[in-house]
């Protein structure tokens, strides 16, 4: 693997060991590798391996520079489909003449009742791909599933339905553990720790260390007035850090961890991107989630920085407020350790790496801390980040006590992004990076080349992908099962894989291809809008309806049996894992419960299908109240008590779409967002040799760059934006790989969408 040029060449030799997780002990038992089977009778996946788990040390232990974690609970792996075993159907007709139509779908060819060219346009998709998608703006998935049996059209149970159904599960376990778990814990952290920096910064008052006490003392109180805690009067560094973080201002001088005014974009040692504390993904929903986040904000967005050693001191007296205090550790553990199950690990250095670090340069600080008043803090800052390097923007490395999580995403975005990818003047520097990277990079040829046509004109963009993409293929089952956060993105990537003979004609055209990196990216969309406040960013009514056909139709399943079997396979991980932690309700039980048995039909579905086969009567009925299931799973998902007597169903405003920000330059923010739920239609055989029609709901996906003066959307401003979309109101462009496959809709000409 080739090694670039710019101020991160040394995160990137040594951290490629970390992005490609190296998560296991060499005594730790692999997980089994599963194929999907397509017996008739089987389900997608039904082997479920049982490694040994053991959970890591709260900051992960380090060999060669580079952390280890062992798989934190069991993890079935789900391996893709090779083209050994083809696809067994039929070809899909090229003219919608051989195709049955129920009645209410015929209204879609006659132009009278449409328009001519729309008419034209879906028929020349349809006959061209096999497949086509219209936008419908559908609230809920749920919502069109329902729609469509009520006109009893054949169903096409899409993979984007599970994968929202997963984020909605996901979300809901998420936000329930932190309001009920781990709230009341960062509530009892912060009120004792404020305490222990008061009598620190006592102790130390008229010494050369007063000024750093102070600064822990302003970092520990204005988390505490953030999350919404009455701890008394607070020093003036703490009430101006909270007024900047209010008002999620842009990147500023930290009043508190600002040892050095900031000189952005010229440097970051100083600064702060406060825009990042405004309480957006679920965080929004209640007040005790908006505190929770504002309070987890300051301890994971704030941090002194480790560059030339300028926030060393400071930094290890907010380090040994926690460290020397084992009720305060055992709940910083206590949070940290279930959330490092969920997303990752800190990317940044936490207190006890910087701790660590300075009892091997300055023994006994702990116990009279007067001696780091000589001690040469560039050694500690130097010695920390070479035992712990920072993957992520390695130039801001800093300590604080929550950092933000690694993950693999963020890195290879990062990776492509300058100072890795272009050169001087700054119109050569790559700052606006996309989804199709991390496409491109976990093998998706459509992403690549769309990439490799626009962005190769960026030195070391290239080679730079190519790194990356060797990083994702060396990736081994442990290291997936790291976390559930890394078996959600590995339940993503068949989306990018390259559908070879295994799969239907229709499955591996183009549009189907632009169609599969759509669901994919709308699933990453809401993976990192439930994750929003812990992982790294890179810089830079049903009734009687119509009468039944002239046909008896055949309900499908989108035949990608890989996927099915992947999200189950997540949810299995975040069930376990819970479970270990004795931090498994009933209610979440029933709610992964649930989703794992759904998916695991569906997968059992997809497999038979590429054998050749349709559903069998049993499941076809099942498949009929798709709607239905899909409407549990986001009820029980909600918010509602588990007695839903006497209760409204959830919140008749609310939207399946969703917003999220991923990416920062100097000037603009990359949004990633989710609208509307599309209608895809899609030619299918029913198994007697002749082809239906059959109907599904589709993600609609949406990326634009917003000016940083402009604030970070909440979901509430998306979805008033997306609920105007069909009554002319502005709404960006769709991106422009959507065009083959999209009849309708406003689509970009240019690969980058501003909004």
């Not at 959830?650 to 599309?678: H, I, K, M, N």
Request: charged share 20%; aromatic share 10%.
């Amino acid at each position: 693997m080739s090694v670039h040029y710019r101020p991160r060449w040394i995160a990137l030799a040594v951290t490629v060991a970390l992005a490609i997780a190296a998560c296991s002990d060499g005594d730790q038992a692999a997980p089994t590798t599963v194929a999907p089977t397509v017996a008739p009778t089987s389900t997608t996946t039904s082997t479920v391996s049982t490694p040994t788990t053991t959970t890591p040390p709260a900051s992960g232990s380090s060999a060669a520079g580079v952390r280890q974690v062992a798989p934190f609970a069991d993890f079935r792996y789900v391996v893709p489909l090779d083209d050994g075993t083809p696809y067994a159907g039929p070809a899909t007709p090229t003219s919608l003449d051989d195709v049955l139509l129920v009645p209410a779908q015929e209204f879609l060819f006659d132009a009278a009742l449409t328009s001519e060219a729309f008419t034209t346009e879906l028929r020349t998709t349809l006959e061209t791909n096999g497949v086509a998608v219209v936008p419908a703006g559908y609230r809920f998935f749920h919502d069109g599933y329902k729609s469509a049996t009520y006109e009893y059209e054949p169903l096409f149970v899409t993979t984007d339905s599970l994968y929202h159904s997963w984020h909605l599960t996901f979300d809901k376990v998420l936000r329930d553990t932190e309001q009920q778990r781990l709230l009341p814990i960062l509530d009892r952290f912060l009120t004792a720790a404020v305490d222990a920096a008061r009598a620190q910064e006592a102790q130390l008052e008229g010494t050369a260390l007063a000024d750093a006490a102070r600064r822990a003392t302003a970092y520990y109180e204005s988390a505490a007035v953030l999350l919404g805690l009455d701890v008394g009067d607070v020093n003036d560094l703490a009430k101006a850090e909270v007024e900047l973080a209010k008002a999620a201002a842009d990147i500023q001088t930290s009043p508190v961890s600002g040892v050095v005014e900031c000189q952005w974009p010229a440097a970051f040692v100083g600064c702060v991107d406060f825009s990042l504390m405004r309480p957006r993904g679920h965080y929004t929903r209640t007040p005790e989630l908006t505190r929770y986040f504002l309070g987890m904000s300051m301890l994971g967005q704030e941090g002194f920085p480790l560059d030339k050693g300028v926030g060393v001191l400071p930094g290890l007296m907010m380090t040994r407020v926690l460290v020397e205090n084992p009720a305060l550790l055992a709940d910083w553990t206590s949070i940290y350790e279930p959330t490092a199950f969920l997303v990752g690990l800190a990317d940044d250095i936490d207190p006890l790496q910087l701790a660590d670090a300075a009892d091997g340069v300055v023994p006994g600080w702990r116990d009279d801390p007067i001696r780091l008043v000589n001690a040469d803090a560039k050694a500690i800052a130097a010695s920390v980040v070479a035992d712990h390097p920072v993957a992520i923007d390695p130039e801001r490395a800093s300590v604080r006590v929550m950092g933000a999580r690694f993950t693999l995403d963020s890195y290879v975005l990062d990776q492509l992004a300058w100072p890795n990818v272009g050169e001087e003047p700054p119109e050569l520097r790559r700052t606006h990076v996309s989804p199709l990277d991390l496409a491109a990079a976990f093998g998706s040829p459509l992403a690549r080349d769309l990439q490799l046509e626009t962005e190769s004109r960026f030195l070391h963009y290239t080679e730079q992908l190519d790194d990356m993409t060797e990083l994702v293929a060396a990736r081994t089952p442990d290291d997936w099962a790291g976390t559930v956060y890394d078996a959600w993105l590995l339940a993503i990537a068949p989306q990018f894989d390259a559908n070879g003979a295994a799969y239907p004609d229709f499955m591996q055209s183009d549009a189907w291809a632009a169609k599969a990196l759509q669901t994919g990216f709308a699933s990453y969309t809401e993976l990192k809008h439930d994750t929003v406040l812990y992982t790294k960013q890179g810089s830079a009514g049903e009734g009687e309806g119509p009468q039944p056909g002239d046909f008896e139709k055949r309900n499908w399943v989108e035949p990608d049996p890989v996927a099915f079997g992947r999200i189950a396979a997540a949810a299995e991980l975040l069930l376990n894992g819970f479970a270990e932690r004795d931090l498994l309700t009933p209610e979440t039980d029933d709610l992964l419960g649930t989703l794992i048995e759904l998916s695991d039909f569906l997968g059992g579905v997809a497999a038979r299908e590429l054998a050749g086969q349709v559903a069998t009567d049993v499941e076809n009925e099942r498949l009929e109240g798709i709607g239905s299931e899909l409407e549990y799973i986001w009820i029980a998902s909600s918010d509602l008590t588990a007695d839903l007597t006497g209760q409204t169903v959830p919140d008749p405003d609310e939207r399946a779409g969703l917003v999220t920000d991923v990416f920062s330059s100097s000037f603009e923010y990359l949004q990633l967002g989710t609208g509307g739920v599309d209608t895809v239609y899609v030619i299918v055989p029913i198994g007697d040799g002749r082809f239906e029609l059959a109907v599904g709901q589709v993600a609609s996906y949406y990326e634009f760059w917003r000016d940083v003066t402009e604030p970070r959307l909440t979901d509430e401003e998306w979805r008033s934006i997306v609920t105007e979309e069909f009554q002319g109101g502005p709404m960006p462009q769709r991106p422009r790989w959507v065009a083959p496959l999209l009849v309708g809709g406003d689509v970009a000409t240019d690969p980058i969408v501003r909004f």
